[in-house]
């Protein structure tokens, strides 16, 4: 299947700092890429659509000023945390779409403190 | 929004026994897709169904999409012991620009 490369795996922070993670597709483009957070022992959610060249699409309760993101490229999205808190602690995991599959990264774990 | 029921929510069998564990939703969906995920890793995609009513095997996995497109199935058969870890079902409503919606799990754990 695709491969899609996201990095840090881990990143521990200091409360009121950024934290900026990285989602790359390395064998294909991706013109859209989402981003996931996922709390311990819970489900995925869907925090926002990353279009390649244009703003973000953000689900309710995301709030697009606190979770930044970037689609530059049609290889890399990106996700910057901002002013993290001790809430903001979670598995944050990126996900592109080849050929009607969505595969995805080995996630992030933030750790706020 | 939409949701995904997904049963049983943990399952402790012993190795060799098989597995059944399902999905239903309030909502059709176009795509169901069925994952697993070990523990600081992110899902792997077992098994993409597309069509309703469509069976897919992938080894000693067999998932199904159901014709009412509300819902899916995903068996795994003679079960060993790396088949442990958290199995997820999700939908996708429409084409590539929607993200997928994730059922809550399945915690497949086997006993020697």
């Known amino acids: 299947g695709a491969v899609v490369s996201q990095h840090p795996s881990r990143v521990i922070c200091k409360s009121g700092t950024s934290v900026k993670i990285e989602c790359r597709s390395l064998?294909?483009?991706?013109?859209?890429m989402f981003w996931y957070r996922q709390f311990p022992k819970q489900s995925l959610m869907l925090m926002a659509t990353?279009?390649?060249?244009?703003?973000?699409?953000?689900e309710q309760g995301v709030e697009k000023d606190k979770f930044l993101i970037n689609h530059a490229s049609l290889t890399l999205s990106t996700l910057t945390v901002t002013s993290a808190h001790p809430e903001d602690s979670s598995f944050y995991i990126c996900s592109a779409r080849q050929g009607g599959r969505a595969f995805f990264g080995q996630g992030t774990r933030l750790t706020v403190v | 929004g939409q949701q995904l029921n997904q049963s049983p929510q943990s399952m402790f069998i012993q190795e060799g026994e098989d597995v059944s564990m399902n999905c239903t939703s309030s909502s059709i969906f176009n795509t169901w897709l069925w994952y697993k995920q070990d523990p600081g890793e992110g899902p792997v995609l077992l098994i993409a169904?597309?069509?309703?009513?469509e069976l897919t095997s992938n080894g000693r996995l067999t998932a199904q999409f159901g014709i009412t497109r509300k819902d899916s199935f995903l068996n795994i058969s003679a079960s060993i012991p790396s088949d442990v870890g958290i199995y997820f079902c999700a939908g996708q409503l429409g084409g590539g620009a929607d993200g997928l919606t994730f059922g809550k799990g399945t915690h497949l754990i086997i006993q020697p």
């Open positions: 169904l597309y069509k309703a009513g």
């Open positions: 064998d294909f483009q991706a013109t859209t």
């Open positions: 990353s279009n390649e060249g244009s703003k973000a699409t953000y």
